[in-house]
């Protein structure tokens, strides 16, 4: 019994079967991927697991409960972290205030009308917003406005707000998608470090298979949407049916 | 101070001074001259600035900080308007209740806004706003007229119940007060040629905006403030940071629907009478002028922009082609003529052409309103002469 449970998943859109009948166990503590052509749903599948889309069919149970029918900031309140392909952070706040808002989302929930606290004031919240800056080596850019980073700082600090939600699942849409290769390497070296470092199940959507195969411990094909083959990264590599649906023209791809 | 850091609480004397000092910093001139008629350090005018200061401060929280537009907040003026309205006829002319009702009110009338608006964002949110506050409008002309006075509006009368006041004396009219201290009272100063007037009603309105503008340090340096500002900047991480963004929205609409409602109790404490076109969609339109024109998102911006179109709407209205004539008298006949015909649709009626044209300048090249203005040239002053202290005896008369 995994995490992340996906029974009999199915969305159709008008005329378009997005999602057949997607079935998906994710291990706890595990990394699984989810590899897949264009247009095979996985970004369907990957909004219905954040609560953006309901499917037609099936269930979704996340740690026992079903997330289905939920708002995405209750699904993320239950532990389940989202980290975009393009990287969403607060570009008009400081660094710092992007790492605070998470902080206080973890210890105060998803509203609290703290109209009068002054929220330096606040060391908990603070100290904790500044070790996770600390760990994101991002600490000496504290006061820069986030949106004039680079990319790969970007990405970096929306990881690091993702973590300081101590979710059990975080889920990566395509975390390296557009990124320049030292950068991406980087991205790599990271959620490495954050996979022995942390109890977090990590779920990847990717296209760029020196991502998938540097990180993923499982891997899951999803063809027109329904799931081809799941196996261990090596057993993928050499799956005929994987390199006909698939991998024959992934090995260029960025 | 008062909870503040060193910033904000230099910040809140400065506003503070400037608010007790006002009567001499608005009426530089001396009376009699040519350019008494800049000066703006009467009563009226003086209340108005204050008052449309809170207001601005209150659509700031909202659109400054969650860039929510509402369109439509002249409707919680004039709601809070007519219930201080009705305060003042049913129980007493001390205007403590009637601000104190008019603040829950217009924000229980918010809280009903908000909650039907804020389904949408965008357009269709300013859009929604809009639509309330021309239905309350049509609605108080019209159909409410029992409880608005229509047409007419309302105003105190002699035969009101006022249950908590006593009997008035004969001949004598309801007068707004506080605790006996009527509003309309002014203690006037003669200095040579100076005149200043202490009145009061603005200081009491002044009280109220400082109380406002205090209040909306708080919220700015709150995580509740940095939320919002958070729902400006990326909404959609908002949600996926496991944050509810629709009771943030609605709580910010709520408290700036009620210093609007703050607002208009306090111009009914002012001048005792409330008409309908107090809610007309142009007013709803004149806080968002005054607020980007300030700067919007910044403390004391709003307070600036409300300052300056408050002071042309007074002041550079009453200029007419005989003053312009005036003026321009040391020039030859046929060029005199020229010039006054060339600056006259500028003036007088056609002030709100002058300021249609600074409010574009400003949008065009001070995105961040008249605050960004005051930065640049701080910058500016910093970088050309690091060393020096002196500021050349330019002195700002700050509003």
């Known amino acids: ?254 | 101070m008062f909870g503040l850091d060193k910033k904000h609480t230099n910040l809140l004397l400065l506003v503070l001074a400037l608010v007790i000092l006002a009567p001499f910093l608005l009426n530089p001139f001396p009376e009699g001259s040519g350019m008494a008629q800049f000066n703006a350090g009467y009563p009226d005018l003086m209340q108005r600035f204050v008052i449309f200061g809170i207001f601005a401060i209150g659509f700031n929280i909202l659109f400054g900080l969650t860039g929510y537009l509402s369109f439509g907040h002249a409707a919680f003026l004039g709601v809070g308007s007519y219930a201080a309205m009705w305060m003042m006829k049913l129980l007493t002319m001390n205007i403590i209740p009637a601000i104190a009702v008019s603040v829950v009110v217009a924000g229980l009338f918010a809280l009903l806004v908000g909650w039907i608006s804020l389904r949408r964002s965008g357009i269709y949110f300013s859009i929604l706003t809009l639509a309330f506050a021309q239905m309350s409008y049509a609605l108080a002309y019209s159909v409410l007229t029992p409880i608005t006075g229509g047409e007419t509006g309302l105003q105190p009368k002699l035969q009101d119940p006022r249950i908590l006041d006593g009997e008035l004396a004969v001949g004598a009219s309801p007068k707004a007060n506080l605790f006996g201290l009527e509003m309309g009272a002014s203690f006037e100063w003669s200095v040579g040629s100076w005149l200043f007037t202490f009145n009061v009603g603005y200081y009491v309105a002044a009280i109220a905006m400082l109380f406002a503008f205090y209040m909306a340090i708080r919220i700015f340096n709150s995580p509740f403030g940095m939320m919002l500002r958070a729902i400006k900047s990326n909404q959609q991480r908002l949600n996926y940071t496991g944050l509810n963004a629709r009771p943030y929205t609605l709580a910010a609409f709520v408290v700036s629907g009620m210093y609007a409602g703050l607002a208009g109790g306090l111009m009914v404490a002012m001048d005792t009478q409330v008409g309908a076109e107090r809610m007309f969609w142009t007013a709803s339109g004149e806080v968002v002028l005054m607020t980007i024109l300030g700067g919007a998102g910044t403390l004391i911006g709003p307070v600036l922009g409300a300052g300056m179109i408050k002071y042309m709407e007074n002041i550079m209205s009453k200029i007419n082609s005989t003053i312009l004539h005036e003026w321009f008298a040391f020039l030859p006949d046929g060029l005199e003529n020229f010039v006054v015909t060339l600056i006259y649709p500028f003036i007088g009626k056609g002030w709100n052409l002058t300021l249609g044209l600074i409010f574009m300048l400003v949008v065009i090249f001070l995105p961040g309103g008249l605050v960004e203005g005051g930065q640049r040239i701080a910058k500016l002053f910093k970088r050309k002469k690091p060393s020096s202290d002196t500021p050349d005896g330019k002195t700002t008369p700050a509003e």
């Open chain 1, 1 to 254: 019994m995994g995490i992340l449970e996906i029974k009999n998943v199915g969305k159709r859109f008008g005329g378009l079967q997005a999602l057949g009948d997607v079935n998906l166990s994710v291990a706890e503590n595990s990394c699984h991927a989810i590899i897949g052509p264009n247009g095979a749903g996985k970004s369907t599948l990957l909004n219905v697991l954040v609560g953006k889309l309901i499917p037609d069919t099936g269930s979704v149970m996340f740690d026992g409960k079903s997330v289905l029918g939920r708002k995405p900031y209750e699904i993320c309140q239950m532990g389940i972290s989202r980290v975009f392909q393009t990287p969403e952070i607060f570009g008009d706040l400081s660094v710092m205030e992007n790492m605070l808002i998470p902080c206080f989302a973890k210890r105060d929930g998803s509203f609290t009308p703290n109209a009068f606290m002054d929220l330096l004031k606040d060391r908990e919240i603070v100290e904790r917003a500044e070790s996770m800056l600390e760990d994101m080596n991002m600490i000496d850019k504290r006061h820069m406005h986030a949106a004039s980073m680079s990319r790969g700082d970007k990405r970096r600090l929306e990881i690091g707000m993702c973590l300081s939600q101590e979710p059990r699942l975080l889920l990566l849409d395509e975390p390296t998608a557009g990124m320049a290769r030292a950068d991406t390497n980087n991205t790599i070296d990271l959620l490495k470090q954050i996979k022995e470092e942390r109890d977090i199940t990590i779920a990847i959507i990717e296209h760029d298979m020196h991502v998938v195969f540097s990180l993923a411990e499982r891997i899951t094909v999803l063809a027109q949407g329904t799931p081809l083959v799941e196996d261990t990264p090596d057993k993928i590599k050499g799956h005929p049916k994987v390199r006909e649906a698939y991998l024959g023209e992934t090995q260029d791809a960025a």
